[in-house]
């Protein structure tokens, strides 16, 4: 079954095209991993890629309590960790680079205020240690800022490097910062960085250019989510803005393009009868990973049809460390428990019984 066959990505030999997708768990100690999360990923090498939870490239990116950062020798120490347990399962980890940009609140700053493309608060509300407050209308970046958060990246793509990671994905979706400047609907600016769609994709190039310096292309991946709606999103033309993101990032041979896939009865706004993969695969030119929902049975169907190359599963490596064993068993899987997805201890987390102590 084509799930359970190797895939060469770039230098690096996946036993399988089972991919962990991205998790906020909101389990570092403040901002920095430890045992418990080296714990947690260990338990899931056995999948083809595990690609990190979202960690900050600097303290102005972070906007929910207790998710890691790789901007300081606590965090590079703390993801040593983290990685050197999953390779003594004989993994593979990518860590995820991440900017929350205006998805995020003053009191996580000192009073100071977010930053964003465009000086356009989001609806909605933000995750604080307080709790729940509304977002801020947040501080737009200038020129010079907007070179740096560039740098910023660049510094956390060699700390990730540092810490004894595989490789880094670029975290351009779900209305984060990269995103923000991508969509039309959070991006206004006059400058080199708004206005046209090449103006708009040109923070996304310069983030990618920056971590392939550190890395190499082949050991980068990037992340969209076309036509998504989540952190009020939105862009005058979804379609036109992310295959001409697409067809720029194949000038760099990347390991990777990640897209957030959706199924045609819940299409996003502005690609027609097309879902995000579907919009993409006839234009990046390298592997495609998809992940939205899938089922074993609805991977597979995408593997061979050539929907996508490898699939990235979030909520079922959530509750099933050992997915893909359960998987190639046909074994029952376990549930999640939504209670236990953001923040706690080892309840939910790294207790999830593996098919051994599940008595089979």
Do not use: C
């Amino acid at each position: 079954m084509e799930l359970f066959e190797p895939y060469r990505l770039g230098p690096l030999h996946l036993p399988n095209r089972l991919v962990m997708a991205p998790l906020t768990r909101n389990r570092a100690a403040g901002t920095v991993p430890g045992e418990l999360n080296a714990t947690y990923y260990a338990q899931r090498a056995g999948a083809g890629l595990i690609i990190s939870e979202a960690t900050q490239v600097t303290p102005l990116g972070q906007g929910y309590p207790e998710t890691p950062g790789i901007h300081s020798e606590a965090q590079v120490e703390g993801w040593r960790k983290v990685t050197d347990a999953v390779h003594a399962e004989g993994g593979r980890i990518f860590l995820q680079l991440w900017h929350v940009g205006r998805i995020s609140h003053s009191s996580f700053h000192g009073g100071e205020l977010p930053v964003a493309p465009s000086a356009i608060r989001p609806a909605g509300q933000a995750f604080t240690s307080e709790g729940l407050k509304p977002f801020e209308t947040p501080r737009a970046l200038t020129t010079d800022e907007v070179r740096e958060v560039v740098e910023q990246f660049r510094r956390g793509a060699e700390n990730a490097r540092r810490a004894g990671f595989d490789g880094v994905e670029v975290h351009g979706a779900n209305g984060y910062l990269i995103d923000q400047f991508l969509q039309s609907g959070t991006n206004q600016r006059t400058d080199r960085y708004g206005g046209s769609v090449e103006g708009r994709v040109r923070l996304l190039l310069e983030v990618t250019e920056a971590a392939v310096d550190v890395w190499g292309a082949d050991r980068v991946g990037v992340r969209f989510s076309p036509g998504g709606t989540f952190n009020d999103m939105s862009d005058e033309d979804p379609a036109e803005t992310f295959t001409h993101a697409a067809r720029e990032l194949n000038r760099f041979g990347l390991a990777y393009l990640h897209v957030v896939n959706t199924s045609q009865s819940n299409a996003p706004r502005g690609l027609g009868e097309r879902t995000p993969t579907e919009l993409l695969r006839p234009v990046f030119k390298g592997t495609l990973m998809s992940n939205g929902e899938y089922t074993r049975e609805s991977a597979e169907e995408a593997l061979r049809s050539g929907e996508a190359d490898l699939i990235a599963f979030g909520r079922l490596y959530l509750a099933n460390p050992d997915l893909v064993e359960r998987f190639r068993e046909d074994a029952e899987l376990n549930e999640p428990d939504p209670s236990t997805f953001y923040g706690g201890g080892a309840g939910g987390y790294v207790d999830y019984p593996a098919l051994e102590s599940a008595g089979r």
